[in-house]
Nanobody
């Protein structure tokens, strides 16, 4: 059983930055692909970014490319999402998930979810 706990969310003005963290316990973290997803009010959950077990491969959604960076520290069993140049449309609950592979981009393919952390971006 894998447990995931997100942190780092909050309120920020447009143009600001936040770094989200996702701490894992249980299982063997350093062999897992991991991902970040988000769900805005009234919208479906959507893919944001993914990273392979070593951190040597990452992929981000076009909507956040160049602004968001996913990374991981296997010694700390933690995956991060650095979010820069935030926009009001980035407002959402952000979830991390354990993935069977970095090819999985659909929320339906996530093995385990955290409970999420809220990010609010104001104008």
């Amino acid at each position: 059983q894998v447990q995931l706990v997100e942190s780092g969310g909050g309120s920020v003005q447009a143009g600001g930055s936040l770094r989200l963290s996702c701490a894992a316990s249980g299982g063997t973290f350093d062999i897992y692909a991991m991902g970040w997803f988000r769900q805005a009010p009234g919208k479906e959950r959507e893919f944001v970014a993914t990273i392979n077990w070593s951190g040597g491969f990452t992929y981000t959604a076009d909507s956040v490319k160049g602004r968001f960076t996913i990374s991981r520290d296997n010694a700390k069993k933690t995956v991060y999402l650095q979010m820069n140049s935030l926009k009001p449309e980035d407002t959402a609950v952000y979830y991390c998930g354990k993935l069977p592979s970095t090819a999985v981009r659909s929320p339906l393919g996530v093995d385990y979810w955290g409970k999420g952390t809220l990010v609010t971006v104001s104008t």
